[in-house]
């Protein structure tokens, strides 16, 4: 039976890829956006402190007059910026040696495995911030750190995938057919780990931004004058108490959006990929 | 007077509507018509291959469909109509289903203690005894009652299987594919055990692929074929040289079997989407005419069976 | 050619016996059937012929030599259920391109509909499937089929379609085949001799 293609758009496939390129959209905006935000965008204006949201300044301003939008645009730009970052290294590692650990099998699963434990068995933070600083700190030092602990629970996850994947009859058949190792993992495996590799994506991102967060605020991480999301909000709880209650909603809130639309790409991603996931 | 049949399934269709890679989502017809009775003391058989739609019966008689289903026809227990909540009473007590796998049953726990779920006695004590006598009744060895699923052979699963069916004392059994895999002794103790509890006042619906199996097993053979009955025969129609049999796929069937020459009908089973107008199995028949194309024959009585097809005499 | 089993044995990690001392031979152009209860073996038997499985003791040659480790291997083991034997993620188009593909005069033998190659493993009958995974090792490279409970969960017609086909393909490429079956009738109408375990 041939399939008919259908100019229109409906059904929920149609309606899940919208959704995907309408999020990527706007995180793509809101990062060219902050990118684009200079210095002298955020001036200091001594006259305009603590401003309430008005028309002029729909988040309001800050403790020195910064126009709060501005800020939190600018420091949602950079959190994507070192979230992103962060997972695709994370995951380009977590995968790979997810993947060529169990095939190769041998002493280099058994490493692998053995590394895994012994990352994972150190509490984290320690490590990235430890790792940062050796690394120089700043963005370079920070990605480095949060990558060089995030790979071990997307390996272990994609491990223990491919481990299951290996004992299918029909890779065994594949490998009678004559087909190499590298021809395995590319058309047989790979396909497979996918939704866990989107999973993975998705769930680094938030933790990345959490990390640069605190690194910052012990003054590791990024310089306090360039300020992803994390800081802003850290700043501005100081202040609710006295009522400013706009300095960390607006920006809480969008940090919120934030992930929830990571969260939602992923999902989508997922449903796309998998036939069995989209007759509902 | 003939009696009231324990089971009477007439008309019976599902269908579902899915959704599929692009944009398209279709309705699948996957079974279209199913016509069959199932008196007490008698032995049934539906016979169909896989992809005409069999697996649904059993799903459909117990109320376990998938939430997309679509229900038509009526399915009669007793002479009752059944809604889902009859069903859900009767199954497992009146109506019991021996599934087709080991799959069903859960892989943590030990098979002997499995089947005692079925069996409906306080003691445990006794329920422990009973599982024990149907092992040994079917040549299961005494060890296989704290066996895990994994560790049973093939055999070995469908024996266990049976004996869950058995352990709950049901009027009416519907066993999913009892048969394959199983050595000619292990094959003859099953019918044996069928007859036995048919003597004692149960009812069998088996649905199989195995026309062999079928006609030495039960009573009376119903062909499934595209979604729909196309013949009830009795077993006693199949044996010998298969002139008795009224449908040319039942004739196809009987010409297939490896004793009977093993002779090849060329082309395959219509799609639920893919359904022909008329008869479903016109495109693989020789004595097709232009009617067959356009009219779905109905079902209709014939020498002391039922056949759809125009010309079956 | 030749594939040679001899004094070949096997047992599953707790101790249990399942092959002990087997010999089997099977020459190019025979068909040859391998019959036994259910639990004595056959499986595995078929598995250690496609080199599938090791021995624990006892060898099998092919004229002589050991099976290949790499490279396609010519003894080609059909297994009973197909949904286990393809990749669910993959259409049917691309389980037979991993072999070299097809023509339209070898789906048409096999009984595929074109169609089917666009569709999803799940979305195919167990029959169509495999059809298949028939199809996929008839070809040039492949010099023995083991066939094992072929055609057990598929319906007379469709059995017999198969094997009528699978028997011409072996005639005419000198292929062997070893069938196994609990079914005697089915193994005497297809095989040239019968062994038991």
Known sequence: ???????????????????????????????????????????????????????????????????????????????????????????????????????????????????????????????????????????????????????????RVIRAEVL?????????????????????????????????????????????????????FLGFGLPAHEPAIGIILSESMKYITSGKWWLAVFPGAALICISLMVSSIGRNIQKLISPSASHK | MKKEPLLSIRNYGVSFTRYEAGLKSRNLQVISSLDIDVHEGEIVAIVGSSGSGKSLLADGIFGILPYNAVLSGEIYYDGKLLTQQDKEALRGREMSLIPQSVNYLDPLKKVGKQVELSVRDKDKKKRRKVVEDLFARYNLS?????????????????RVLLTTALAAGSRLIVADEPTPGLDEVALKEVLKDFRVLVDSGCSILMITHDINAAVTIADRVAIFYAGMTLEIASSEDFRGDGQALRHPYSKALHAAIPANGFRATPGFQPYSDNLPEGCVFCDRCDRKTERCLKERPEFRELRGGKVRCHHAT | MQLKAEKVSFAYKKGVQILNQVDFVVNSGEVVGLTAPSGFGKTTLARILAGYEKPASGLVTLDGSPLPKSGYNPVQLIFQHPEKAVNPKWKMRRVLEETGGYTAESLHQMGIMPEWLERWPRELSGGE??????????????????????????????????????????????????????ERDLLEAVCTRIERL
């Open chain 1, 164 to 216: 299951q994947i290996k004992e299918s009859e029909y890779t065994k058949v594949s490998r009678k057919f004559g087909k190499s190792t590298l021809y395995i993992a590319r058309e047989h495996i790979f396909p497979q780990v996918i939704p866990q590799l989107v999973v993975g994506v998705v769930l680094i991102f938030p933790h990345a931004i959490l990390h640069e967060a605190s690194l910052t």
């Open chain 3, 129 to 182: 499937l495999q059809r298949f995974c028939v199809l996929r090792v008839l070809n040039e490279r492949t010099r023995f089929i083991i066939a094992d409970e072929m055609t057990t969960m598929l319906d007379a017609v469709t059995q017999a379609q198969i094997w009528n086909t699978v028997l011409d393909f072996a005639k005419k490429h000198d292929i062997g085949i070893v069938a196994i079956s609990h």
């Open chain 2, 142 to 158: 005494p060890e296989v009652y704290d066996y895990h699923p994994f560790q049973l052979s093939g055999g070995m699963a469908r």
């Open chain 1, 1 to 155: 039976m041939k399939e008919r293609k259908t100019p229109l758009l409906r059904g929920i496939r149609a309606r899940t890829l919208l959704s995907v390129s309408c999020f990527a959209a706007l995180i793509l905006i809101i990062f060219i956006w902050g990118s684009s935000i200079g210095e002298s965008d955020l001036f200091v204006d001594l006259n305009k402190v603590f401003l309430k949201p008005s028309a002029d300044h729909i988040f309001g301003t800050d403790w020195v007059g910064r126009d709060m939008l501005l800020r939190t645009v600018k420091g949602l730009s950079l959190s994507i910026k070192i979230g992103v970052l962060c997972s695709v290294f994370s995951c380009a590692m977590g995968m790979v040696l997810g993947i060529l650990a169990p095939l190769i099998g041998g002493w280099v699963d058994t490493f692998v495995n053995w590394l895994v434990d012994l990352v994972l068995s150190i509490p984290h933070t320690l490590v990235v911030m430890l790792v940062s600083i050796a690394c120089g700190g700043g963005l370079r030092g920070l990605i480095i750190g949060v990558v060089a602990t995030h790979w071990t629970s997307l390996t």
